[in-house]
Structure formats: C-alpha cells, structure tokens
C-alpha cells in the first residue's frame, strides 16, 4: 500500500510539474494558433500553490532526487510567480513637480443599472475619484448623459477637476446616453485617436497629453472580455460541478472567443506602441491574468507598475473569480512608478489603480 502511495504521488508531482512548465510557457503561445495552454495559464497560482506542496513534501521526505525535481521547477516558475505576487520593500514617496498621480478604473457605467441603491454607488465612486485627485484618470465602461439626469460630462469634469479629456463612444443608445472610454487630464490634450477592431466593440484610445514642455502619449485599453452570465458565475460559486452540462460547455467556448480576440487586439495594439515615439502610459482593462498571452505581448519592453511598486497580489477584479488582477499600469523608461496600490471600494466590478509616474528627465 505504501509503495502504490508513495508510486501515485510520484505521478501527481509530475504531472503537477508539467503543468506549471506548460502554465508558465502559454505566454509565449498564440491562443489563435494552440488554445489550450492558455487555461493552464489561468490556473498558475492554483498549479504553483500545489507545486509547491509537493515540494515541500518531498523535503521533509528526504528523497534527493524529487527534491532537485521539483526545486527546479519552482525555480524556473519564480519569474512568473512575481508577475503574481510582489514584495514593495520601497517607502512611500511624496508627490513633487514632475510627478504625474495616475488612475485607471473600469468604472462599470457608474452602477447605472443597480436600481435598487438608485445612485448610491456612483455617489461613492465619485467621491473616491475626487479625493484621489489624480492628474490623469483613465476609464473603462465608462457613461455619462447630455440631458443630465445621471451624471453629465461636466458634472466629472468638476468633481476630478479635470478639464481636458478624450471621449470615445463605442455604443451610442440615444443621442443622450454615451458609453464607451475617456481619458481626463489635467494637463493639455494635443491630440487623440482610437484604434478599433471590426471583429468586437472593444477599443483602445491614446491620447497625447502635454506635461509643461514634454508630451506623452496614454493608451487606454478596454480587452475583449469572457461575457460571462449571472447563471455561468453561479455555476462556478456551485459547489456540485458536473462537467457534462451543457452551460460549461458553453463556458469554455466564451473563454476560448476571448482569448482569441484578445491575441488579435494586443497584436494591432502592441505594433501601435512600438511605432509611438513619445513616453508612453499603457493602461486599463485587459480582461486577462500577468500569466497570459495578451499580458505579455501588451507589455512588451514596458515596465509593470505593480512590479516595480506594488506589495502581495494586487487583485483588481471585484467579482466571482477572486484574486485576479486584470487591470494594469505599464509604461515605457521614460518614467518611474511609486505608490502603486488599488482602491478597495467595492461599487464596481473592478477595483481602480493608482500610482505616482515620475518623468525622467
């Protein structure tokens, strides 16, 4: 009995270690061309934690083979590790003149549905986005209304004191109600534009922003997202999971259309950044983990705010799948990041990100 244990967890080390090789290496794999490393990128902290179990496991059992297995391995996955996890040895900084405080939020439409709360949410979102004062606020899902009823244009250009913007209206219902993407500044806006996709109502906008006499260039991106349902997250929060219903089945296809749009807007998106000849600022909601394939051709040479700033898992999505972070700030050499933190209100399905830019002169 002892030999058929010790003979199974053998096999569940391998296998766990073949996994976090295959978790790992997606990133560098087009969803469009092999799909299926890309759920075992979705699931690296889940496969790491049991890697790393098992490694334990195998030190307390002494079995110096297994042990240079599996340390090996976890070696070879600690880069990834830190695209998931950080320590911010760094104290905190002050904000100075060439110092940019920058947000960017998926804002939900400001709660425009919840009914019930009949505006309380916005209220709040509204209040945090005053007292962050940020210098430029990126947003995603982002609404307002001409006629005022909600919320007007004016009505956040007031509260963020902000009064240079860039508006980019996907969806159009009437000729009052506006919903797509803005970038608000503080600072001049010299030129904008957008970079649209046939194939999904997903964008990115850059807008070039004037800081005294240097401009830089902020890319503001909203990914193609799962779509998942109300029923489908209910079926993941079910405890008895039967991989035989139809409604899994019909998960998985979701997952698999948006990896494969993403792979097409990061590719579209990414050839844009490489040819802009400003600092740049990429950010907002990419609807995917740091160990993914859009993470990885998105960032590029940028750097990663939350790896240079930001302390433990920096979770930035507020809804069924927890401690996912699929909300970022990157940007080019031209800066330094301080202060990268998210702001734990629970008002939309994303939590905003914040940190301090600093231009390098």
Known sequence: MKKFLKIFIVFI?????????????????????????????????????????????????RNRSLIFFTTLILIISLPWFFDVFQIDFSAKKEKKGNTIKFMTYNVRNFSL??????????????????????????????????????????????IQETPFYHIYNSNTISSSNNFGQATFSKYPIVNSGEITFSFSNNSCIFTDVLINTDTIRVYNNHLESIRFM???????????????????????????????????????????IKNCTYPVIVCGDFNDTPISYAYRKMKGDLYDAFKKSGAGIGATYNGN?????????????????????????????????????????
């Not at 969803?31 to 790393?52: C, Q, S, V």
């Not at 699929?326 to 939309?348: A, C, K, V």
């Open 230 to 272: 109300q029923e489908e997250y209910n079926l993941i929060d079910s405890i008895a999971i039967k991989f035989e219903e139809e409604e899994y089945l019909g998960m998985v296809k979701k997952l698999s259309t948006a990896y494969k749009f993403r792979a097409r807007e990061v590719d579209e998106i990414s050839t844009h």
């Open 13 to 61: 080390t391998a296998i766990t270690a073949g996994s976090l090789v295959i978790s790992c290496f997606s990133v560098y794999i087009d969803p469009r061309k092999f799909l299926y490393p890309a759920y075992f990128g979705l699931a690296f902290p889940i496969i790491f934690f049991l890697h790393l179990v098992l490694t334990i496991f195998w030190i307390l059992r």
């Open 113 to 158: 549905y919840d009914w019930k709360n009949n505006g309380k949410k916005r209220d709040f979102m509204l209040d945090f986005i005053k007292i962050e004062k940020a210098d430029i606020i990126c947003y995603q899902e982002f609404y307002y209304e001409r006629k005022k009823d909600f919320i007007s244009l004016d009505t956040i250009c007031s």
């Open 321 to 361: 799948i927890p401690f996912q972070r699929i909300d970022y700030i990157l940007y080019s050499r031209d800066f330094d990041s301080w202060n990268y933190t998210t702001g734990e209100i629970e008002y939309s399905d994303h939590y905003p990100v914040i940190c301090l830019l600093e231009l390098n002169k």
